[in-house]
């Protein structure tokens, strides 16, 4: 595992700036990364794109190429300067991008340039791809995106967790991004509470969903469920996890997938990144009848969509357990330990209830994702483009009944299978 040097606690703040289109030029002027975008300074377009909830996001077009520039503000942009933030963020997504590096290959953005005291990214620019949510939206099909990311988490979790490192490095890699508390504490609050109690920052499609809302508030056995979870996510730590993996987290074209904005990273448990994905593509499956046309009742879209989820987990599954078979050099179920036949049937066996953990993890997150983006702050744009609220609230109705029923009944869940004959009963 590469190691990455410990420079957030050693940064000040003095010499950061909020950057401008000519601060941004000066800095670029100043980088060996300018070759990339040729000619000189005055030759090149700045353009601000950013529309998530957090950051600052520069495209920059030169004569020969261009670059992407990300730069944490000091404030949540959604909110504003009444929510301020810690600029940090920028120091972790950049060490989730040099620890995974040398294990998904090209699924993340090249990465050209770190600014310490800018806490700025200079990085690839994706201009050809778009973000994986646009496409669902608007009804596209991606065909090799499920696969590379479930070849991702997989890849990502094995090698970042105890079963490929020492007790030693884990513990290093830990007490790094252990570090990542104000953006954990963003997780905590918005994933695991608000949804659940009376808050300022929540919101819903009302007066549509204002009885289920305050119902899912009264749900004692919900919110112990929840609570369960939430519990798991800042107690489990099994590997390094990107920590915001939804479809807005991943760019795409038809032949290339690109997993971005990791400065949720934290070590957790390998269900949270794999519920994230699986959630929001659940999510999307919930929205397509909002969106559907008298050319396109989005049937077959939805169809598309859980065969991606299925394909998704068995990806993760198949490449997780390649991946533990063939090499087990951390001290996790170290390899010494297993040389008779029985061993290795014992063995066998505790790497499928490992996974059928997993499994289970991976159910339980995706459903408290998916209640997060519908009674919370940070809602999505699968339902915030259905523009008739009675048709939007139809849609997140589905969408709520399945994740209450999936948190509060898990047994019911053992499979693929089994959700699939949920999902059909609540998208009618
Ligand atoms: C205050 S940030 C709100 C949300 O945006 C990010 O995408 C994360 O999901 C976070 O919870
Ligand atoms: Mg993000």
């Not at 559907?292 to 969509?305: C, G, K, Y």
Request: with cysteine.
């Amino acid at each position: 595992m590469r190691t990455v040097a410990r420079v957030a606690a050693d940064t000040t703040q003095r010499d950061y700036k909020i950057l401008d289109p000519p601060g941004l030029t000066a800095l670029l002027a100043s980088l060996a990364t300018r070759v990339r975008l040729g000619g000189v300074p005055s030759d090149w377009r700045v353009r601000e794109v950013g529309d998530g909830n957090l950051n600052l996001v520069f495209l920059v077009d030169g004569p020969a190429g261009s670059v992407c520039v990300k730069q944490a503000l000091p404030y949540v942009r959604a909110a504003g300067p009444s929510w301020p933030m810690t600029l940090e963020r920028a120091f972790f997504e950049n060490a989730y991008y040099s620890t995974v590096a040398p294990h998904v290959g090209a699924r993340i953005p090249e990465i050209f340039h770190y600014d310490p005291a800018l806490y700025c990214t200079v990085m690839e620019c994706l201009s050809g791809h778009i973000i994986l949510r646009q496409g669902l939206i608007a009804g596209r099909r991606y065909p090799h995106v499920a696969r590379d990311l479930g070849e991702f988490v997989a890849r990502a979790c094995f090698w970042t967790s105890s079963f490929a490192l020492s007790c030693e490095a884990k513990m290093e890699a830990e007490r790094l991004f252990a570090a990542n508390h104000a953006l954990t504490r963003i997780s905590v609050d918005l994933i695991f509470g608000d949804p659940y109690r009376l808050s300022e920052r929540n919101r819903h499609t009302s007066p549509q969903l204002d009885s289920l809302a305050a119902e899912m508030r009264a749900d004692s056995a919900l919110k112990v469920a929840v609570a369960r979870m939430g519990m798991k996510f800042m107690t489990q730590s099994e590997a390094l996890l990107h920590g915001d993996l939804h479809s807005g987290s991943v760019m795409v074209t038809p032949e290339d997938s690109r997993v971005i904005d990791p400065e949720f990273a934290l070590y957790g448990p390998i269900g949270f990144d794999l519920g994230a994905f699986f959630g929001n593509l659940l999510l999307s499956w919930f929205a397509q009848p909002g969106h559907a046309t008298s050319q396109d009742d989005r049937i077959a879209q939805q169809e598309w969509l859980w065969q991606q989820a299925v394909e998704f987990w068995n990806t993760f599954h198949v490449t997780f357990l390649g991946l533990w078979s063939a090499s087990c050099e951390g001290d996790a179920y170290p390899k010494g330990l297993w040389s008779t036949a029985q061993d290795f049937v014992a063995l066998q066996a505790a790497r499928n209830a490992y996974l059928e953990g997993t499994f289970a993890d991976m159910l339980g997150f995706a459903a408290c994702k998916m209640i997060r983006r519908i009674l919370g702050f940070a809602h999505v744009q699968d339902f915030e483009s259905i523009p008739d609220p009675a048709r939007r609230a139809h849609c997140e109705t589905g969408a709520l009944t399945l994740a209450r029923h999936v948190l509060t009944h898990p047994r019911q869940f053992p499979s693929l299978n089994a959700l699939r004959d949920a999902l059909t009963r609540r998208g009618e």
